[in-house]
Each structure stands twice: as C-alpha cells, then as structure tokens.
C-alpha cells in the first residue's frame, strides 16, 4: 500500500485540477530521469539546479582528474539525493500554487488513494464552495 499526502486547492471545485496527491517517499523517476523529470513537474529552479550541480561535478573530475568511479559515484550520489527530494519539491511547489495539506491518504494505487480522499471527505464540496471569493 502507498501513502500519498493530500493538497486541495482553495476555491477550486474540480477534483481533477483542484486536489493533488504526491506519494511519500522516495521518487524513482526523480532519481532516474532529473532534469525531465523536473521539467515535466514545472520544478524550474530544481531542473536549473540539479544541471548546474551534475555540471560541477563534470568540471570538478576534469580538473582533479577523478577516475570514472568516483565521477559515476559522486553523480549517483546527487541522483539519489534528487529522488529523496523530490516530492518534497513537488510539496513546496503546491503549497505556492494555493495548495493547502489536507492530510495523508492511503492507498493500493494512485487513482484508489484519491477515491479513497474524495469519499472520505463528503463535505468537501460544501467547504471548498465557502472559500470562493465572489
């Protein structure tokens, strides 16, 4: 079972654009694909910043002379430290959207955790419709 945190948008009425689930943990297409992953997700600054750290570790075995292993380990490292951050990035990027937490949900797969969200919360509706501003 996987967990997913839940964010709602304040004012917005459609479940398909209005709620967001970002899953826990750790984030294997963060870690294997980055730079597209970032970019896919509109995580610029992340996308910005894990080309400029991949770029020094690429300048920085050139002008050492770092054998491959280490250039390969110390480029794995940042990968890996990518996928522990990346849902977390996709949290911070929410929160600055207007997404407000709404708690942790759980669930077999994506669409069972929002089922499961959206049933769980009968009034949802009702109290989203009371933040809309007229």
């Known amino acids: 079972m996987r967990f997913y945190t839940a964010h709602v948008r304040h004012g917005g009425l459609d479940p398909d ?4 689930l970002v899953k826990e943990g750790f984030s294997w297409p963060a870690f294997l694909f980055s730079v597209p992953w970032a ?4 995580l610029w600054l992340a996308a ?3 080309a400029a750290a991949i770029a020094a570790i690429e300048a920085l075995a050139r002008a050492v002379g770092l ?4 250039r390969t380990a110390l480029t794995l490292g940042l990968s ?4 522990w951050l990346g849902n977390d990035l996709r ?7 207007g997404f407000v937490f709404r708690g942790v949900v759980a669930g077999e797969s994506f669409d069972a955790a929002l ?3 959206l049933d769980g919360a009968p009034g949802f509706a ?5 933040t809309v501003r007229p």
């Open 126 to 130: 009702r109290e989203l419709a009371s």
């Open 115 to 117: 089922k499961r969200f």
């Open 17 to 20: 654009r209005d709620v967001a």
């Open 39 to 42: 970019l896919l997700r509109r």
């Open 67 to 70: 054998d491959p292993a280490t």
């Open 80 to 83: 890996a430290g990518f996928g």
């Open 48 to 50: 910005l910043v894990f």
């Open 91 to 97: 949290r911070r990027k929410l929160e600055r959207a």
